[in-house]
């Protein structure tokens, strides 16, 4: 299993009266420093098999809840298959993530200790071919001119798959360094190849991180699509907006943890840190 690997000390405003944060890093700074020039970093071992196995009971439990018949997660042509927004307000369960020490510290050691989390899934079938999304990339909020004061939304989305990540259920496509500068617009319906595109095959409970801005895509599903479960937990540094698509749950379960967590929980759910 991974463990940390070396402590990282930050002082913050470089006020000596505030403690500093000290943070158990879960990756080499080689690894580190691959994140930050080449945008990625894999992983294939984030999960246990009890952790993939309670992770895929709830993901599949919020998917039955908001499925409904007029569901339009097939029609989609740029982006198929099921979405769920807002996770740790819907199920339990997703909390295993929320402190989740193989990811959290690394979104640290590259954003800064104070970062705020959010947690999505993408969901594609059993039996329905050509299930895919266009290439894309998250933070699409970088004004060209660029602004010579303009700041850069640095973000972290960590992939993780729930199942086997093969040619039938569709591999990850991402293009390294495309997360350094404005970069030049991605059009609609894009599912060409790219030059320099890496293509991931990952076993259930692997992942990669990803800068917020680099391309990529999820691969279209073969004939014999098998279930494919993706869990997208995205940290920016707590003074970001945290913006997820869809409404938050009225009276979601992390109205609970507002009132009773840990300093660091109301950091991780975007209250405080800042
Ligand atoms: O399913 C995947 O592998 C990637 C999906 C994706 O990029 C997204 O949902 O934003
Ligand atoms: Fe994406």
Request: glycine residues 8%; negative net charge; charged residues 20%.
């Amino acid at each position: 299993m991974l463990a940390p690997v070396y402590t990282q000390s930050f002082q913050i405003g470089g006020d000596a009266r505030t403690p500093a944060r000290e943070v158990e890093v879960y990756a080499t700074p080689q690894e580190i420093d691959q994140l930050v020039g080449e945008g990625y970093l894999v992983r294939e071992n984030f999960l246990s098999p009890e952790q993939i196995e309670c992770l895929r009971g709830a993901v599949d439990e919020v998917a039955a809840r908001e499925r409904t018949d007029d569901s339009d997660f097939m029609k989609s042509q740029r982006f198929s298959g099921q979405f769920l927004r807002h996770l740790f307000d819907k199920h339990r369960a997703f909390w295993e993530l929320l402190k989740f020490p193989p990811t959290v510290s690394v979104a640290r050691a590259v954003l800064g200790p104070a970062v705020q989390s959010r947690l999505s899934a993408r969901i594609t079938f059993p039996d329905v071919p050509n299930q895919q999304t266009q290439w894309h990339y998250h933070e699409r909020t970088i004004p060209n001119p660029l602004p010579p004061l303009f700041v850069f939304p640095h973000s972290l989305d960590v992939l993780i798959y729930l199942d086997d990540l093969t040619d039938e259920s569709g591999p990850v496509a991402l293009v390294p360094r495309t997360h350094i500068g404005a970069g030049s617009p991605l059009k609609e319906y894009d599912f060409s190849e790219k030059e320099g595109q890496i293509v991931l095959r990952l076993p259930a409970g692997g992942g990669v991180f990803i800068h917020n801005n680099l391309w990529h895509r999820g691969m279209a599903s073969g004939s014999k699509a098998t279930m494919r479960r993706m869990l997208a937990l995205t940290y920016s540094s707590c003074w970001l907006k945290n913006v997820n698509d869809g409404k938050p749950p009225e009276n979601g379960l992390t109205q609970e943890l507002l009132q009773t967590g840990d300093s660091e929980t109301l950091e991780l759910l975007g209250v405080g840190g800042y």
